[in-house]
């Protein structure tokens, strides 16, 4: 069946740069679209980016100087890289399965909290 | 395209019948979603185009609207369905979704 399963570091320092790992099964990276969405505690989820299933990116504007986002597909690996961390990025990361627009699988998410 | 969904909170019990409002700050067709988030699960999508249910989704939940205003309606609640839920809409890029409606027991 469809999983994603996000890991990285629970704690990340201010000005530090955030790498998340997002590992999938039960599709292929090449047939189907890879979003990250991030949730600050309390509040609505926020779309960060995807990975097209061609290999193509895109990313919120709101985030995209900071974001990158890459694949292994011999892994069944998605990436996200974002740097200059601040304190107003702590929150749960999810890895998402994209169809047209909606989400229609999630990982369980992976709380990153940005502290010194 | 700001999502702006109420009540934030809302209190019913099992078998009543509850609507949680999304409205968006400009027409999205019915590029719609709603999801359902419950604590040490991943989120679920219910619906998507705005009424079309997800499989495995229950009927009791339905989806309805378009252009800038939607709603779910949970039809007979059952104690399984208090949880949160977001809409989110995929009309235009980026997509943006609700600050969320918290679905409590009375």
């Known amino acids: 069946q469809v999983q994603l399963k996000e890991s990285g570091p629970g704690l990340v320092q201010p000005s530090e740069t955030l790498s998340l790992t997002c590992t999938v099964s039960?599709?292929?990276?090449?047939?189907?679209?890879v979003s990250w969405v991030r949730q600050p505690s309390g509040k609505g989820p926020e779309w960060m980016g995807r990975?097209?299933?061609?290999?193509?990116?895109a990313y919120n504007s709101a985030l995209k100087s900071r974001l990158s986002i890459s694949r292994d597909t011999s892994k069944n690996q998605v990436f996200l890289k974002m740097n200059s961390l601040q304190t107003d990025d702590t929150g749960t990361y999810y890895c998402?399965?994209?169809?047209?627009?909606?989400?229609?699988?999630w990982g369980q998410g992976v709380m990153v909290t940005v502290s010194s | 395209v700001q999502m702006t969904q109420s009540p934030s909170y809302l209190a019913a019990s099992p078998g009543e019948s509850v609507s949680i409002s999304c409205k968006a700050s400009k027409s999205i067709s019915n590029n719609l979603a709603w999801y359902q988030e419950k604590p040490g699960k991943a989120n679920k999508l219910l619906i998507h185009?705005?009424?079309t249910l997800q499989s495995g989704t229950p009927s009791r939940f339905s989806g309805s609207g378009s252009g800038t205003d939607f709603t779910l309606t949970i039809r007979s609640l059952e104690s399984e369905d208090f949880a949160v839920y977001y809409c989110?809409?995929?009309?235009?890029?980026?997509?943006?979704f609700g600050g969320g409606t918290k679905l409590e027991l009375k």
């Open positions: 998402t399965r994209q169809r047209q627009g909606y989400f229609d699988y």
């Open positions: 185009s705005g009424s």
């Open positions: 039960g599709f292929s990276l090449t047939s189907y679209s």
């Open positions: 989110q809409q995929y009309n235009e890029y980026p997509p943006t």
């Open positions: 990975m097209w299933y061609d290999g193509d990116t």
